[in-house]
């Protein structure tokens, strides 16, 4: 048996060149990161600059308010991927006794109780700070732009507003206020603009065009000291200003939650201001001649690399997922990875050496059968934490889906099905949807970039959605709901406790090869992120496809695992697959026991990717056509 050919037809072309590289969720935030890199900027500043951009173009899919990760290396030290830290705490008063005392044994999808300490603007501006080039005031003004002056409104954000409209009505005026348009969402390509955070960004600039300008005739060393000087002034207004004060302000007004009940939000100024971002190593494993890097286990990265040390001694045919056995075997070494994300994973001391093992993933390939699997198997490491209570979706009467839940069942609202036959904006695509009990659903943004030097980052933002809780009015966006990741359950290896992060679902990759990066790669999609990404480096590295090749094709996934998302309900032997697998494929897995569900021919992953030959120099970018929103450009 051979590996499948891939397709001779790409959606797109797989793009080359020598310049500059830069793949996104949405090509206005792609054209804005090129922008910087056509202007002599580094792949860092053209990363902040397109990752502020997304803020405003997808409000529905990531904000101010919310989170992100990222990996990424430098020219001058290319061996050495390096992860930015951008999630944030739980406040310090975000107990476990204090949300039972609500009422709560889950913590809700939506509202004020679901935010972690906003951390995505300030990893940006830290990497700014420490790798980039150019003055905040540059790097933001794409961004103020397009929240000032406006931008076309794209008709995915537009549905996710008429999903919620009825609540923003009767449960969040503010956000009516921002979002409705006379009472109803505004239309698609509407100009769409935010004077609040176009003041928030503003008073960035302002705050570190504070700082007196370097002197004429002063060496690059102190000018380049003036710069970050300027960045960290503009990191403590983000964390001490304006915007911790609204927040502080508006939060302990009660409002309403996903459970359906309202309550005051416990995350305060101070919380703010005692949150910085940081850098530190990344995880790694060897693969097939690679090395691939992620994040540690306060996210869930480390559980792809589980996978790969698991798949890396098996043959070629069984890391196929266009086939039978191929499909089987990735699904299976999955599962077991995600068991052990439930069992150990948290912002603790993960024992990470014993999971990412060569003996350890002996130990769990051997636990691959030629079944599939209906229990939820952890390995046994030692460290923290316990299984946390199961919950089917009969228990929580919630469906399962794609992405990541922003917003509860406060009523029942009609899907929004767009006009063609994709299944996007359907239960398991992958952008806004509503479930049958009237649950919307969101998901997230990613962005890659890599530049003629060679510096490379890749970089997922999320939360702070229009829909993860009532916009604040001063600053014209929400705060995220990113600790529904944690549990109320004592004991477990993720149960919320003040000041540790929630294990969050954002992972991006690097992947080197001989100490040179050659690949940044990304997807959003909640749990799915990881499993989308391994097809790709399955395809890529193992079947020879190319990153375009890769992306267009077939995606599955396993929902055999507890979500990350409110309800957090799991689904024994679950599959999603994409119809486009094949009807002998689907009907193969279903005879080993898999519970498959089809989501349509082009509905799952949302992959993008920048690539980079060190040999030639030769610069690639591929990016996601479901949708027809992602894009790739360069030269």
Not at 426 to 435: K, R, S
Not at 500 to 511: E, G, M, Y
Request: proline share 7%.
């Amino acid at each position: 048996m051979t590996y499948t050919a891939p397709p001779a037809f790409t959606t797109r072309p797989n793009l080359v060149g020598t310049f500059g590289m830069t793949a996104s969720t949405h090509w206005l935030a792609t054209a804005s990161a090129q922008a910087v890199l056509e202007r002599g900027g580094n792949a860092f500043d053209a990363a902040v600059a397109g990752a502020f951009v997304l803020h405003v173009v997808e409000p529905h899919l990531n904000g101010p308010g919310g989170d992100m990760t990222a990996v990424f290396a430098t020219a001058a030290e290319p061996d050495r991927p390096v992860v930015l830290m951008g999630q944030g705490p739980a406040p310090a008063a975000a107990t476990v006794e204090h949300y039972r005392a609500e009422g709560l044994d889950l913590v809700p999808g939506s509202g004020a109780l679901a935010a972690a300490v906003p951390g995505a603007v300030d990893a940006w501006l830290l990497l700014l700070r420490d790798h980039g080039t150019w003055e905040l005031a540059d790097v933001l003004a794409y961004a103020i732009g397009y929240a000032r002056d406006g931008h076309p409104l794209t008709a995915r954000v537009a549905a996710t507003i008429e999903t919620v409209a009825e609540l923003f009505t009767e449960h969040w005026p503010t956000s009516a206020d921002r979002w409705l348009v006379d009472g109803a969402a505004p239309a698609p390509g509407s100009t769409v603009t935010n004077e609040a955070y176009a003041r928030v960004l503003d008073g960035l600039v302002q705050a570190g065009g504070a700082v007196p300008a370097a002197a004429a005739d002063a060496a690059p060393e102190a000018v380049a000291a003036v710069r970050r000087a300027r960045v960290d002034a503009a990191r403590t207004e983000w964390a001490e200003g304006l915007v911790a004060r609204s927040v502080d302000a508006f939060v302990r007004t009660p409002h309403r939650h996903a459970s359906g009940t309202d309550h005051a939000g416990v995350i305060r100024a101070s919380d703010l201001a005692a949150f910085r971002a940081s850098t530190e190593e990344a995880a790694t494993v060897a693969f097939r001649g690679h090395v691939v890097a992620k994040t540690g286990a306060w996210g869930q990265g480390p559980a792809l690399l589980e996978v790969l040390a698991m798949l890396d001694a098996l043959p070629d045919e069984l890391l196929d997922p266009s086939t039978v056995e191929g499909a089987h075997t990735v699904l299976e070494a999955q599962k077991l990875a995600m068991a052990d994300r439930e069992a150990y994973y948290g912002d603790h001391d993960v024992p990470l050496d014993r999971l990412l093992s060569a003996e350890y993933a002996a130990e769990r390939r051997a636990l691959i059968g030629p079944r599939a699997s209906l229990e939820l198997r952890p390995g046994s490491v030692g460290g923290a934490g316990r299984l946390p209570a199961l919950r089917t979706e009969h228990d929580a009467g919630a469906a399962s889906g794609v992405g990541e839940p922003t917003v509860g069942a406060f009523e029942a609202v009609a899907p929004v099905v767009p006009a063609d036959d994709s299944a996007e904006g359907t239960e398991h695509g992958t952008d806004p949807v509503v479930a049958p009990t009237g649950e919307a659903r969101g998901d997230t943004c990613h962005l890659d970039v890599v530049d003629r030097w060679g510096n490379i980052v890749s970089a997922t933002p999320s939360g702070g959605w229009l829909q993860s809780s009532p916009t604040i009015p001063e600053i014209g966006f929400c705060l995220g709901s990113r600790l529904q990741m944690a549990w109320l359950e004592e004991g477990t290896a993720s149960t919320l406790e003040p000041g540790k992060r929630p294990r969050t679902t954002l992972t991006p990759t690097l992947v080197l090869r001989d100490g040179e990066p050659v690949v940044a790669l990304g997807s959003p999609g909640g749990d799915q992120q990881d499993q989308w990404q391994l097809l790709y480096l399955l395809r890529t590295i193992v079947g020879g496809w190319s990153p375009q090749q890769a992306i267009d094709a077939p995606a599955l996934h396993t929902t055999s695992f507890p979500g990350s998302f409110w309800p957090r309900t799991w689904t024994p032997g679950g599959v999603v697959v994409e119809d486009r697998l094949g009807d002998d494929v689907i009907a193969g897995l279903e005879a080993l026991g898999h519970r498959v569900t089809r989501s349509g021919d082009w509905s799952l992953g949302r992959l993008s990717s920048v690539t980079r030959d060190p040999a030639t120099g030769v610069l690639g970018a591929a990016a996601n056509p479901r949708g027809a929103q992602a894009y790739a450009a360069g030269r």
